[in-house]
């Protein structure tokens, strides 16, 4: 299994502009997440999905847009760029109900916003 | 609202000591508390899952204890090792709520 797969690694973007953050996981989890890290903070919640078409918000929601298709992918869209979006995303995910609350994570994607 | 205390933030100890890494929550309604490690640059890997209902969990040189009263969880680390630098992270989560509130880490360096 390749576990959780991030892409882009990196990215910069001007502010404004939008883009799309993908996250894959090969592991047949039912639960994904998204999360932001920021130095001297510890990593939030933006949005997640608990199956196929069902997502939610978390902490800090206001920015970013995501829809769940398949179970294994959970894209994040950024509508409009700003400089307090410059951070490292990590996607996650964890079996659904039943199963273990373990959580795994991707690589991260590390965004720089100008 | 929860919030997860690591101290101190970072910690440098020579190899072959053991060691232990503090993480302290607010709320003691907890569903469950997982430690993880995070490689400079790397994503998260997580290291031990611990059941509110449970004390302790071990996985070789790595055990986590938890006391829910107290909102106290802590890693012990044997024998380690150059190779166990990284930043240690806690995480807790709450009933019926799919997120994780993290603490902002420890950063452990092992002198060779």
């Known amino acids: 299994n390749a576990g959780v797969t991030q892409t882009p690694k990196f990215q910069v973007l001007k502010t404004g502009q939008s883009m799309t953050l993908q996250c894959a996981q090969d592991?047949?989890?039912?639960?994904m997440s998204w999360y932001r890290q920021d130095p001297g903070m510890g990593l939030r919640l933006i949005h997640y999905?608990?199956?196929?078409?069902?997502?939610d918000q978390g902490e800090v929601p206001n920015g970013y847009n995501v829809s769940r298709s398949t179970t294994e992918d959970f894209p994040l869209r950024l509508l409009s760029a700003a400089p307090s979006q410059t951070s490292v995303y990590f996607c996650a995910s964890r079996l659904g109900p039943g199963g273990s609350y373990e959580q795994y994570f991707g690589p991260g994607t590390r965004l720089t916003v100008t | 609202k929860q919030e997860v205390t690591q101290i101190p933030a970072a910690l440098s100890v020579p190899e072959g000591e053991n060691l232990v890494l503090n993480c302290s929550f607010t709320d003691s309604a907890i569903y469950n508390l997982q430690w993880f490690r995070q490689d400079p640059g790397k994503g998260l890997t997580s290291l031990l899952l611990?059941?509110?209902?449970?004390r302790e969990q071990t996985s070789g040189r790595l055990n986590a204890s938890l006391d829910k009263s107290s909102g106290r969880s802590t890693l012990y680390i044997a024998a380690s090792q150059p190779g166990d630098s990284a930043t240690y992270l806690c995480?807790?989560?709450?009933?019926?709520?799919?997120?994780?509130?993290f603490g902002t880490g420890t950063r452990l360096t092992i002198i060779p």
């Open positions: 592991m047949n989890h039912e639960y």
């Open positions: 999905s608990v199956g196929a078409g069902i997502t």
């Open positions: 995480a807790v989560r709450g009933f019926g709520n799919e997120k994780l509130t």
């Open positions: 611990i059941q509110s209902s449970q």
